[in-house]
């Protein structure tokens, strides 16, 4: 297939641009603006690949998006923001990627009679003490990022119902794995206990999320795009649940640091306690998960410790103001003697 895969420069959509390119020899266009998170960086090892190319562009931009498209077999859409940090201090950039973005990749769509796949996250449906979350679940975002999300759903289903196009909608639980920005839980730490940096962990660290590894999340999406019925959503959780202070536990013993680097802080407006997501849909597609936790994290930590000429540039420029301003605490980069 010709797939143009949107967000393709960021930690997921690198993920699957170079599963499809190296597993299934598709012909890979991705379109990405290049914010702070999607990065040139993580295509590296794809740019001499035959049948990949790469266009610097906004979703919202239907000029960009029209160049990108052409002769496309269908359209993946991962551009979006996605740090709830940053929504709640910037909401606006959500409503305007997530929302307006979908929107003009959905014409696109429309227009050329494609496929439109749109990655989505299981936050939509809020939280749950209890139980897992199913495709029936009803959609309770508690965050911007979230609310827009579930908006961007909500575009994509009606236009399968209004307009016949073939969307469809796969939302996951929480990725980690290579060339994960460090605002996210797991690099984040990571990073900080190989710099010898506290790791802020919010409120009580008991919040519980559902992992799942980028590479597993993303043989999802393409056995979706390939098998899923049109008009439908489909959940792909992780193997695995944990509180977010185990996770902080176990990153600590695979860097051989100890338990005094840890450092509670106030914890975020509206953090969710729990997610759980159902995978039975997927399944019945013929995915599976296939790396574990502990096996997906111990790779992790490793890519980071080996993959500094990634990160570093990240940690001594705009994420490092970032940092700071979110904690109150000054990173360490490398050099410093304190």
């Given at each position: 297939m010709r797939l143009l895969v949107c967000g393709g420069a960021g930690f997921i959509g690198s993920a699957f641009a170079r599963q499809r390119v190296r597993e299934h020899g598709d012909e890979i266009v991705v379109?990405?603006?290049?914010?702070?998170?999607?990065?040139?960086?993580?295509?590296?090892?794809?740019?001499?690949?035959?049948?990949?190319?790469?266009r610097r562009g906004a979703i919202e931009d239907a000029a960009a998006v029209a160049e990108a498209i052409a002769g496309a077999d269908a359209v993946v859409n991962f551009a979006a923001e996605t740090h709830v940090d940053r929504s709640?201090?910037?909401?606006?950039?959500?409503?305007?990627?997530?929302?307006?973005?979908?929107?003009?990749?959905?014409?696109a769509a429309r227009e050329r009679g494609l496929r439109h796949v749109q990655v989505s996250t299981d936050e939509v449906y809020g939280s749950i003490e209890e139980g897992t979350f199913t495709e029936e679940s009803p959609l309770a975002p508690s965050s911007p990022y979230s609310a827009s999300k579930a908006g961007a759903d909500l575009l994509v289903s009606s236009y399968f119902h209004t307009?016949?196009?073939?969307?469809?909608?796969?939302?996951?639980?929480?990725?980690?794995?290579?060339?994960?920005?460090?605002?996210?839980?797991?690099?984040?730490?990571?990073?900080?206990?190989?710099?010898?940096?506290?790791?802020?962990?919010?409120?009580?660290?008991?919040?519980?999320r559902n992992w799942i590894y980028v590479e597993d999340f993303a043989r999802a999406i393409g056995t979706v795009l390939e098998r899923g019925?049109?008009?439908?959503?489909?959940?792909?959780?992780?193997?695995?649940?944990?509180?977010n202070l185990e996770v902080v536990h176990a990153i600590?013993?695979?860097?051989?640091?100890?338990?005094?680097?840890?450092?509670?802080?106030?914890?975020?407006?509206?953090h969710d306690r729990r997610y759980s997501l159902s995978s039975e849909k997927v399944r019945g597609l013929g995915w599976e998960p296939r790396?574990?936790?502990?096996?997906?994290?111990?790779?992790?930590?490793?890519?980071?410790?080996?993959?500094?000429?990634?990160?570093?540039?990240?940690r001594s420029g705009e994420y490092r103001e970032y940092y700071e301003r979110q904690y109150g605490r000054v990173l360490r980069v490398k050099g410093d003697r304190t």
């Open positions: 379109l990405d603006k290049l914010t702070y998170a999607g990065r040139e960086e993580n295509l590296r090892d794809l740019r001499a690949e035959p049948g990949f190319s790469f709640i201090a910037e909401p606006d950039a959500f409503v305007d990627t997530n929302g307006r973005g979908t929107y003009v990749l959905l014409e307009f016949g196009t073939e969307t469809l909608i796969v939302r996951g639980s929480n990725n980690y794995g290579p060339y994960q920005y460090p605002e996210k839980l797991i690099p984040l730490m990571v990073l900080n206990a190989l710099a010898g940096d506290p790791l802020p962990v919010y409120g009580d660290g008991m919040n519980v019925e049109p008009g439908e959503v489909y959940n792909a959780g992780g193997p695995d649940e944990c509180p600590l013993r695979h860097t051989g640091r100890d338990e005094s680097l840890i450092e509670f802080v106030t914890d975020r407006p509206g790396v574990r936790f502990d096996e997906g994290l111990e790779r992790t930590v490793a890519w980071y410790r080996d993959n500094a000429w990634w990160w570093e540039p990240i």
